[in-house]
């Protein structure tokens, strides 16, 4: 009976791909050309979706086509949300709605401004909204950046989610303390992946290399190096009780960074005193308790300015930092560096000091310096039908839900501007069925939903044979091999 059982269940999962393989259900694997408004999203993760999501609601004769670059969907939910964070991942869940929504056509595979340059699209669609994200990450600028053991958080954290692109990195963990700069969620990530017993990590998506790598840590010690002071730390306090309920791992702060915050304390909004509560709490409770077999700490008023090598000259050994005062208070206060320097030895230097945007095509305005597409509430500045949502449009801060509300304006306005006539709407659009044919006359192939299901269940697949929610894929000739099995 379990045989029968699973055969009819294999059957029920594989039925859809079948049929959409002998035509059946073409619809869903390539955009439909009928009359009405036709956008397109370039990008699949939070933003792209979310605003493939408004769209579809507000407009029945609207049809979107999402771009993505990977064969898999959902960007940072699958590549920056840690593998110990699954509950956040069930935003997965809208996101395949939106994507299985019979208006909705998802292309993996397929890099803009590679593959497809962002004028054609523009040509092809009433409106184009790039939603493509913050793909690299902002660099310390300072000497030493380049020796073996020192890695941005963004690579780190592409290593043991299975990007495709950091399954080279090979971070031996073979020192016993790491610096981590920044003190962002990121940061902490990166801080609680180090640390956490590995019993905890299998249980997780996090890539079996990672977990191997892991096993063979010697890392005791976490310092998270801030420029300015606690009262302007940027993680969350959840982040925060996270790291102090680490099994075995004691909280190392230094007293004296709290000594004068107690008096501000009454004057701070609520999230922020009682982040600082609990850091002074655990000041006052922890310090001094060397029992535990790791640890982690806050170091703050500290800026990076050299990694400093080991005798060898390849290796990082140390970091240099700038001692700082802080002129101003509150969110707003600045980083002064005092003119003294101090030396932390350490192994490893994870700088996680934020992502960054890249431009994707020449024709579309970038601004350098904010490293962000420059934009007036969505609208792309100087080029008519052409939007932005998510980190590329308001820069690499916010949680799922800010990008979220970012997401669902960008769609109002591109909606205002279609009710308003703006955006010419009298004109047929060929929509995907143009690009598939020049993306077919390049020799690339798209990656439809139903096939990104396919590498979702054989990863799923590998996973439960492991314990594991999942066993991601790390190479795309991998994913594309299942995709088009
Ligand atoms: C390490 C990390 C952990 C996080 N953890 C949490 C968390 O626990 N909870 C929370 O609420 N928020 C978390 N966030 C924040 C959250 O991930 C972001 O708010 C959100 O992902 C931003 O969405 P986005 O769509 O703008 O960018 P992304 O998620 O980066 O999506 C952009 C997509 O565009 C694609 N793309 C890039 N270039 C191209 C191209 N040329 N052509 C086609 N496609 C392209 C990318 O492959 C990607 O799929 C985390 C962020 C990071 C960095
Ligand atoms: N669990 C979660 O919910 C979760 C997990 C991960 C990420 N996220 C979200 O994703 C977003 C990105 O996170 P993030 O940690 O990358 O960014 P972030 O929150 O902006 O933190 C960046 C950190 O780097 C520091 N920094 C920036 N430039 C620096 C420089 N030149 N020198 C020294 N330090 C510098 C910042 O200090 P200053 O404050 O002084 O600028 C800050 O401490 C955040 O909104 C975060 O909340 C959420």
Not at 69 to 87: K, S, T, Y
Not at 143 to 163: H, I, P, Q, T
Request: glycine share 8%.
């Amino acid at each position: 009976l379990q045989v029968v059982m699973q055969l009819f269940l294999t059957v029920c999962w594989l039925l859809p791909y079948s049929l959409a393989t002998c035509g059946l259900f073409s619809r869903r694997l390539s955009s439909a050309s009928g009359p009405g408004p036709k956008v397109c999203i370039v990008g699949g993760g939070p933003a792209g979706f979310y605003t493939a999501q408004h769209l579809l609601k507000a407009r029945d004769d609207m049809v979107v086509d999402v771009y993505e670059r990977l064969p898999v969907p959902f960007g940072l939910v699958r590549f920056g949300v840690a593998p110990d964070h699954p509950e956040v991942k069930n935003v997965i869940n809208t996101f395949t709605q939106t994507a299985q929504h019979e208006r909705c056509y998802f292309y993996g595979n397929v890099n803009v401004g590679t593959d497809v340059s962002v004028e054609e699209l523009r040509k092809a669609y009433h409106a184009v909204v790039l939603s493509y994200g913050a793909e690299a990450n902002r660099s310390m600028r300072v000497s030493g950046e380049g020796l073996a053991g020192v890695f941005s958080a963004r690579d780190f954290v592409g290593w043991y989610n299975g990007l495709p692109s950091n399954k080279e990195l090979q971070p031996h963990l073979n020192c016993e303390t790491v610096v981590i700069l920044g003190q962002g969620n990121v940061a902490l990530d990166v801080a609680r992946i180090l640390l956490s017993p590995l019993d905890l990590l299998k249980k997780t998506d996090i890539t079996q290399h990672a977990l191997d790598t892991l096993a063979a840590s010697r890392v005791r010690r976490v310092l998270i190096v801030g420029r300015r002071g606690p009262l302007q730390i940027a993680c969350t306090i959840k982040e925060v009780r996270e790291m102090i309920n680490l099994p075995d791992t004691a909280a190392d702060m230094l007293p004296a960074d709290f000594e004068s915050i107690s008096e501000a304390l009454k004057d701070l909004p609520r999230p922020r005193k009682r982040l600082t509560e609990l850091m002074m709490k655990t000041v006052k409770t922890e310090s001094g308790q060397h029992k535990a077999n790791k640890s982690w700490g806050f170091r703050f008023l500290r800026s990076p300015l050299e990694v400093l090598p080991g005798p060898d000259g390849k290796r990082v050994a140390g970091i240099r930092l700038a001692v700082n005062k802080l002129e101003g208070s509150g969110e707003d206060a600045k980083a002064v560096p005092t003119g003294q320097t101090e030396d932390l030895e350490c192994g490893m230097v994870i700088s996680s000091i934020g992502y960054k945007s890249l431009p994707i095509d020449p024709c579309v305005p970038f601004d350098p310096r904010s490293a962000i597409v420059p934009n007036n509430m969505g609208r792309v500045k100087d080029t008519a039908g052409l939007y932005c949502s998510g980190w590329v449009k308001r820069g690499p801060t916010g949680v799922i839900a800010t990008t979220m509300n970012d997401s669902f304006d960008t769609a109002r306005m591109l909606l205002k501007d279609m009710d308003s006539g703006m955006l010419n709407l009298s004109v047929n659009k060929p929509g995907g069925q143009e690009i598939t044919a020049l993306l077919k006359e390049r020799g690339v192939r798209a990656v439809s939903f139903p096939e990104w299901e396919k590498i979702n269940l054989e990863e799923v697949r590998r996973g439960t044979a492991v314990g594991k929610p999942r066993e991601k894929f790390l190479d795309v000739k991998d994913m594309l091999a299942v995709a088009w099995s």
